[in-house]
């Protein structure tokens, strides 16, 4: 017999040995001998009062085995044969959509414009200590996409797009600790993702699957209304039926390519702000009722914030604790910064994106003659405001939270872990007013909710921009481009996404339906 339970544990109690067989016993009236074990399901912490509880949802096995191995099983066989289909871009939609072209029996070739994982790092080394940005490999582009150099968070809402479980399962299945099948919020951790994301490539081309890196597609021969064939690197072209397109939301180059072409694309709402980050010790104080340090049982505390402040939102973004902020250009005289976390949380500061609710219909009227991409072309002139006022460098324009909202110039700045460096600006005025009026006013009403969050102590950097694609690509009930057969846009470049997760998923719906559509 199984019998699944919600149990309440104290802080204290979390140490004691045994203590969820304990609770378990004591709640069924059972002898513990009776119980062959417990497993635990999900865990969550409930900090809304003092003192902390974890709350525990677990399976209590009663004179009956756990399970040794997971329900999910992941069919991959020899597929270099079959047929094929193209996947442009390998981050999460795009790994997702090659895994699940081997299940099912087809070929996946990738085309990556940029480079695997460990190369990737040379260039990342370089845009943080030299400034040098290399437009194809960078925080964004590369394999795994920029979910590889990232927190890794992996909740989603997207639990109705397809199997969440699955997905959680296969990155098990590739390394992934299996922390994240019980955690309310897992992450996996910039450390430990990349090795992740190597699996899953050498998966991929264990069963005959092809990825090329280096491989950035640079137009679409179209006959009628049919795609033909791909060209990559303005030289080679690649006669194609089935084409994923699974770039992201920073491939700007592919929203150009798309408008160039009369290919169908639309303006999308979209968000933009700043990074804030905090020492961690003062949100962990806050959020846990403690006076300095953390109990060491707890991990560094988190946050979820959200106001309306003039008809739009201005929320809390990928928040990240004991994380860093990185420098996310993904061209030259931009400054985007972004935000990741080892998987230990470690990190003596906490940041997060502070964004306000872009909407492109109505807030960018001066903007309108850029058609679909307005919201892009706004996007792209905050970065280079960003650049030229951070000093012509990835330094980035910071401020302190107070002096912002103040509308003061900061004499100096609070330590940061933004690794190219800030410099002070006044961002109150740089910042155009849809954005920075509504984040001074959010910013004291946050102060409000979480007692010591307005504080000197913060700084705020700019700018965060690339929360989600401005531009959306189109498709109709099958996936496909509802004027191009045989392309489908596929997770947050097209519109579709919004993280590691719900990315994966659609990935596999992409697939599915490419199949289906024959």
């Known amino acids: 017999m199984i019998k699944e339970l ?98 099912l029996g087809y070929k996946p070739i990738v085309l990556e414009r940029g480079k695997n994982v460990q190369d990737r790092r040379r260039d990342l080394k370089a845009i943080n200590q030299d400034h040098i940005v290399n437009e194809d490999s960078n925080y964004c582009f590369g394999e795994g996409g920029a979910g590889t150099y990232s927190d890794g968070k992996l909740y989603t809402r997207s639990l109705k797009r397809g199997d969440v479980r699955r997905i959680f399962e296969n990155l098990v299945y590739h390394g992934a600790t299996e922390q994240i099948l ?25 069963y005959g699957g092809e990825i090329y890196f280096g491989a950035k597609v640079t137009d679409f021969v179209i006959t009628g209304n049919q795609l033909k064939a791909i060209q990559v690197n303005h030289e080679k072209e690649l006669s194609v039926t089935k084409v994923i397109l699974a770039t992201g939301h920073s491939a700007r180059d592919i929203y150009y390519l798309l408008q160039k072409k009369d290919i169908a694309i639309e303006a999308k709402s979209f968000a933009m702000g700043v990074r804030i980050e905090h020492p ?9 009722h403690c006076n300095g340090k953390r109990n060491d049982l707890l991990p560094a505390a988190s946050y979820s914030l959200v106001e309306q402040v003039k008809n739009r939102g201005v929320y809390s973004f990928c928040m990240c604790p004991g994380g860093f902020i990185v420098p996310a250009a993904t061209a030259k005289e931009e ?60 330094t980035a324009p910071a401020q302190r939270m107070t002096d912002f909202v103040e509308g003061k110039l900061s004499n100096n700045l609070n330590n940061s872990s933004y690794q190219p460096g800030l410099k002070s600006a006044p961002l109150h005025s740089l910042l155009p007013k849809i954005i920075g009026s509504r984040l001074r006013t959010g910013f004291k009403k946050f102060g ?7 504080t000197e102590q913060a700084n705020i950097i700019g700018v965060e921009s690339r929360t989600s694609s401005p531009v959306s690509i189109p498709r109709n009930d099958n996936l496909e481009h509802p004027q191009i057969k045989g392309l489908y846009p596929c997770g947050e470049g097209g519109g579709y996404a919004g993280g590691i997760i719900s990315a994966a998923m659609d990935g596999e719906r992409c697939v599915e339906a490419a199949i289906k559509n024959k």
């Open 335 to 394: 400054i985007v910064v972004n935000g990741m976390s080892p998987s230990k949380r470690n990190s003596l500061y906490a940041n997060s994106g502070i964004v306000v609710a872009i909407n492109v219909d109505q807030d960018l009227k001066k903007y309108d003659h850029y058609g679909a991409l307005k919201g892009l072309e706004y996007q792209k002139n905050l970065e280079k405001l960003a650049f030229t006022s951070g000093g012509r460098s990835q």
């Open 6 to 103: 919600q149990l309440r544990i104290a802080i204290h109690e979390e140490k004691q040995e045994d203590i969820l067989l304990k609770k378990a016993s004591h709640t069924l009236k059972l002898d513990k001998k009776s119980i062959s074990g417990v497993k635990i399901l999900k865990k969550s912490i409930d900090a809304r009062k003092s003192p902390v509880i974890f709350n525990y949802k677990v399976a209590v096995y009663i004179e009956e085995k756990i399970p040794e191995f997971s329900s999910y099983n992941f069919n991959y066989k020899d597929i270099t044969k079959a047929e094929p289909i193209h996947i442009i871009g390998f981050g999460p939609a795009g790994m997702y959509a090659a895994l699940r072209c081997i299940e």
């Open 182 to 206: 019980i955690d309310a919020h897992p992450h996996i951790g910039t450390n430990k993702l990349p090795k992740v994301v190597k699996n899953i490539r050498e998966t991929i081309l264990k």
């Open 448 to 454: 409000k909710k979480m007692k010591g969050y307005y």
């Open 280 to 288: 961690q010790e003062i949100i962990d104080s806050i959020q846990y």
